[in-house]
């Protein structure tokens, strides 16, 4: 099992090396390198739990990912299995979320509800998507941040959080619009005041991904004047690839 995991990872390590060349190459930009390595750290914590589960059908999956990987020859399987490896199923990949290895992220309103509690909340949302309402200039936005409150100035006097979404009356440049947030277009909160908050990376937008690693305030310099929400996009890189005013997202607890 440990020759296995070894290899697994030699595997995983050798994407994140390809992804680096191409980046070093000039093929691809910093984010998609980033990405790559978020997934290596993702394929190998999932298999780092299955090895650590292993039972007696768990233990026979993995004794056929072996065989597959000529760890170990038939006889071998067959003697230490009862069976011949074709009546064993292999585990499935470790790209693929086991939903019994991965704890279900809490509900996107339980987040928002817990965080507006501390202060302003840094909404971030693909305002591309069916059913968003946010002015027409930034419909065309994957990473568009807004910023809901209780106690802003201006006030959001109609803010709403339910099952299907959040809402509210925001401001822009001194025009009032209200935006409508459906959740399955929210991908990330986070508190405008502690930094604490959650992304749920199946909703990332492909064009966002590996930029939310260093998510943060929104960008001052397209801060509407006298605005009590704000609408921009996340953090934009610095040189080197570090995002400005970086937080590190977290669970909310």
């Given at each position: ?46 298999l780092a739990a299955r090895m650590a589960r292993v039972g007696f059908d768990s233990a026979g999956s993995l004794m056929r990912d072996a065989f597959d990987d000529g760890l170990i020859d038939r006889s071998e399987f067959c003697e230490l299995m009862g069976c011949p ?169």
């Amino acid at each position: 099992m440990t020759e296995l995991l070894k290899r697994r990872i030699g595997d995983s390590l050798g994407d994140v090396e390809q992804a680096l060349a191409r980046w070093r190459g000039g093929d691809t930009g910093e984010f998609e390198a980033h990405a790559e390595v978020l997934r290596h750290a993702a394929r190998t914590e999932r298999l780092a739990a299955r090895m650590a589960r292993v039972g007696f059908d768990s233990a026979g999956s993995l004794m056929r990912d072996a065989f597959d990987d000529g760890l170990i020859d038939r006889s071998e399987f067959c003697e230490l299995m009862g069976c011949p490896p074709d009546e064993v199923e292999p585990s499935p990949p470790i790209d693929e979320a086991d939903d019994a290895e991965a704890p279900a992220l809490p509900a996107k309103r339980h987040v928002v509800d817990e965080l507006l509690e501390s202060g302003a909340v840094l909404v971030h949302v693909d305002a591309r998507v069916e059913g968003v309402d946010v002015p027409d200039r930034f419909r065309g936005d994957p990473k568009l941040v807004l910023r809901f409150g209780y106690n802003l100035s201006p006030a959001v006097p109609d803010l709403a959080v339910d099952d299907e979404q959040m809402s509210g009356t925001l401001t822009f440049g001194g025009v009032p619009h209200r935006c409508v947030l459906p959740w399955y277009a929210v991908y990330a909160v986070v508190s405008d005041t502690n930094s604490r908050g959650l992304v749920w990376p199946d909703d990332v937008p492909d064009d966002v991904i590996g930029e939310l690693a260093g998510a943060g305030p929104h960008d001052e310099a397209d801060e509407p004047e006298g605005a009590g929400a704000t609408a921009a996009t996340s953090a934009k890189a610095a040189p080197g690839g570090k995002c400005r005013k970086g937080t590190h997202l977290r669970l909310v607890k």
